[in-house]
């Protein structure tokens, strides 16, 4: 990492992380933000605790850099220091550096709430959350991705109209599963027939390309949250806090459907 201050810890322990993974970058400074150039088409902005923005000021960079077809993700110095292996595997995700798995040679299977809440934590940046259904990916007899849903809810604009979320979609670190997410999506609608599928895309790290290929359509934009920090960098939501050592925000959330 060229030319970065080592005095400013998290940066410095990322850049020997990101040395060690063989992952090359480029360092610079604009306009009081931090960056790291990973390639033509993907920086990262490094948000340390102290910073000076509001999250439309955030919000405003990636839109910049996406007019020029590159892909800004804006990460938090709490998540590095909280849970550097998973921003790793996800830095790798990004370049493609993942060990590739295809979706056809995976099979399905319900998973227990311990078992999903023990892969969530261990393999999605945000952790687990309260879910209805639960399946994981298995190749094999190894558990290589989870996907939870919520129950169905009916809706009142039409009569037996039932909708769903998709809660939380995770692989294993260090893998991609070709094929995987759509999978499990289409096993969860041959079982439970909803009228529409729902999930939200965090614009710290991204735009729901994924979501966009598998046919959803952008619905909303949710505005920015704030949250609490915890002794453990944990972040709680505002209201559930009453006393922590910092506050931290995110760049909110993309609404999409996916209608049958």
């Not at 493609?96 to 099979?107: C, D």
Request: proline content about 2%; overall charge positive; charged content about 20%.
């Amino acid at each position: 990492m060229n030319n970065l201050n080592a005095e400013d810890n998290w940066h410095h322990h990322l850049s020997i992380a990101l040395a060690n993974n063989q992952i090359e970058c480029c360092y610079f400074l604009k306009d009081g933000f931090h960056l790291l150039q990973l390639n033509h088409h993907i920086i990262i902005h490094l948000v340390s605790l102290q910073n000076p923005f509001s999250a439309g000021k955030l919000i405003q960079l990636q839109e910049i850099y996406a007019i020029n077809n590159i892909k800004l993700v804006h990460l938090w110095e709490d998540l590095w220091l909280s849970r550097p292996v998973l921003v790793l595997a996800r830095i790798k995700s990004l370049l493609g550096k993942n060990v590739r798995i295809y979706g056809r040679k995976t099979k399905i299977f319900k998973v227990t709430k311990p078992e999903a809440d023990e892969f969530l934590n261990q393999n999605h940046l945000q952790g687990s959350v309260s879910s209805r259904y639960k399946f994981g990916l298995f190749e094999k007899e190894e558990l290589v991705a989870v996907a939870t849903f919520s129950a169905l809810r009916k809706m009142n604009h039409s009569e037996n109209y039932r909708s769903a979320e998709l809660i939380r979609f995770a692989v294993k670190a260090g893998y991609s599963i070709t094929g995987g997410l759509s999978k499990l999506i289409s096993h969860f609608l041959e079982t439970y027939k909803p009228n529409d599928l729902m999930t939200y895309a965090d614009r710290d790290w991204s735009a729901g390309e994924a979501y966009t290929k598998l046919g959803f359509e952008q619905t909303d934009i949710l505005e920015p949250m704030v949250y609490l920090l915890d002794e453990n960098l944990k972040r709680l939501i505002k209201k559930d806090y009453q006393t922590a050592r910092q506050e931290v925000f995110n760049t909110g959330s993309i609404k999409f459907i996916l209608w049958f």
